[in-house]
């Protein structure tokens, strides 16, 4: 909804632009896009005036309806709980939506996200057919309904229509649990096909692909898949020891290692979680520049390990962030525990950043916009020909004060709880202002009635 007629242009006193950090910034934005940048330059009239701006990070791995569901998976048994338990659970919350309240919990998501530092999501979407396991009327429904409400909030979308055909590896029978995730090649196609109109409404989204895992997709399937887009490939691996294991009994190799073995994977390419590596893993993921799509609050809320994150930064992997489970939404929080998850393992502080030239926070922040932007097919940060995903830290917050350039970021990440963030421009149109979304009180009220629904 940006205005197509007369550019608009901000001011910001402060920008970290792709080259730093830089002051007394006019951006101007055309049909949503950056189209120039210029710096040392006065505001002018008619211009929106911020102080501290900074891109949108990209959510690169998000399953919208788990939110749903957050914190209704925190009770043990006497042996101790797991992934495999918490994925029962959420095999039956996903048993009873219906796709409104589909829409209405992904809504909630999404503007969470933009409340909290994110511009664009990786819908990694995997809930496609009706309660039966029927195809609905559009075979697409379920991905119309995370459009609607990437729509609604202003988000963007990359669109990662999930394959799921097998309950485990070497082509297992699906269970029934899993009956509304279920397609063969086909079908998988013609969705693809049902899912572009759902998204020619959105000013700029993407469409990829996503095999589940190598338990729910066979080498013969992996290698129908891929011809089906040019677009981004994501797919979970190397969560669970569990899945190491069962990978190797069933082809004597482990799933990364399975993976480059068997598929051509380059910088199209986003592996979540790949928890479990060895060096060698370690090193094709860096050679073949793939995204590692790390999901820190998520991985520990599954007690999935740790990345070896330290040796891979090194190396100089791409990674970015995901919020995946979405059990908390905070672009902040998802930067902080990657950093202290290795600071706990390796007990040293500052463990990720490889010199001192850029703090911390910013090397995390521009890791995780480089990371993702590739893995969701977009242009990264403050650039002309990018898109207008814009952040104002809030000036006036306590944690920022007295602070300048990288330790705005670091003071953000490690140091302001909620509330450091002050607006947000998706694609050029404000979405948050003062810290709530311009719809909250809309958004919050149809999910309460959807999980009232759902679970009431
Ligand atoms: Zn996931």
């Known amino acids: 909804m940006s205005d197509s007629r007369s550019p608009l242009c901000f001011h910001a006193a402060h920008a970290l632009l792709a080259d730093g950090w830089a002051r007394d910034v006019r951006l101007q934005v055309q049909d949503g896009r950056i189209t120039a940048i210029h710096t040392g330059q006065g505001a002018q009239h008619?211009?929106?005036?911020?102080?501290?701006?900074?891109?949108?990070?990209?959510?690169?791995?998000?399953?919208?309806?788990?939110?749903?569901?957050?914190?209704?998976?925190?009770?043990?048994?006497?042996?101790?709980?797991?992934?495999?338990?918490?994925?029962?659970?959420?095999?039956?919350?996903?048993?009873?939506?219906?796709?409104?309240?589909?829409?209405?919990?992904?809504?909630?998501?999404?503007?969470?996200?933009?409340?909290?530092?994110?511009?664009?999501?990786?819908?990694?979407?995997?809930?496609?057919?009706?309660?039966?396991?029927?195809?609905?009327?559009?075979?697409?429904?379920?991905?119309?309904?995370?459009?609607?409400?990437?729509?609604?909030?202003?988000?963007?979308?990359?669109?990662?229509?999930?394959?799921?055909a097998h309950a485990d590896f070497g082509g297992a029978p699906p269970n029934p649990a899993q009956r509304r995730l279920i397609h063969d090649v086909d079908g998988f196609a013609q969705l693809l096909d049902a899912a572009k109109p759902a998204l020619t409404a959105l000013p700029d989204a993407v469409l990829g692909i996503a095999p589940h895992s190598l338990r729910a997709v066979t080498g013969e399937e992996l290698s129908a898949l891929l011809p089906?887009?040019?677009?981004?490939?994501?797919?979970?691996?190397?969560?669970?020891?569990?899945?190491?294991?069962?990978?190797?009994?069933?082809?004597g190799q482990r799933p990364v290692q399975w993976l480059y073995n068997h598929a051509p994977v380059d910088a199209r390419w986003c592996l979540v979680h790949a928890t479990h590596i060895t060096d060698d893993e370690r090193a094709a993921m860096v050679a073949s520049q793939a995204v590692a799509g790390l999901c820190p609050i998520t991985e520990a809320n599954l007690g999935d390990g740790l990345f070896p994150m330290r040796a891979f930064a090194r190396e100089g992997g791409r990674f970015g962030v995901g919020s995946d489970s979405n059990v908390l939404i905070d672009a902040a929080e998802e930067l902080r525990l990657l950093e202290y998850g290795q600071r706990l393992t390796l007990r040293g502080r500052n463990v990720l950043a490889p010199d001192a030239t850029r703090s911390t926070g910013r090397f995390l922040f521009e890791g995780a916009l480089q990371g993702g932007a590739q893995a969701l097919g977009v242009a990264a940060g403050l650039q002309v020909g990018a898109s207008a995903d814009l952040v104002e830290l809030d000036a006036a917050h306590p944690a920022l004060q007295a602070r300048r350039d990288d330790a705005w970021l670091d003071s953000w990440v490690f140091a302001a709880r909620n509330g450091a963030l002050r607006s947000v421009w998706r694609h050029g149109r404000q979405c948050v202002a003062e810290g709530r979304h311009l719809q909250r009180e809309a958004i919050t009220t149809a999910f309460a009635a959807a999980l009232k629904g759902v679970l009431g």
């Open 228 to 251: 089906l887009t040019d677009g981004p490939v994501h797919i979970h691996i190397a969560e669970q020891v569990r899945e190491v294991d069962a990978c190797l009994a069933w082809s």
């Open 46 to 164: 008619g211009d929106t005036r911020v102080g501290i701006l900074v891109p949108g990070l990209p959510n690169l791995h998000s399953h919208a309806f788990q939110r749903g569901m957050a914190g209704l998976t925190e009770i043990g048994g006497g042996d101790g709980d797991s992934f495999w338990s918490w994925r029962e659970l959420m095999y039956r919350f996903l048993a009873h939506l219906r796709p409104d309240a589909v829409q209405a919990i992904a809504a909630q998501a999404y503007m969470e996200m933009l409340e909290n530092g994110f511009t664009r999501v990786g819908e990694f979407h995997y809930l496609h057919h009706d309660a039966d396991g029927h195809a609905y009327a559009n075979r697409a429904e379920m991905s119309t309904r995370i459009a609607a409400a990437a729509d609604q909030t202003g988000i963007g979308l990359t669109l990662l229509p999930v394959f799921y």
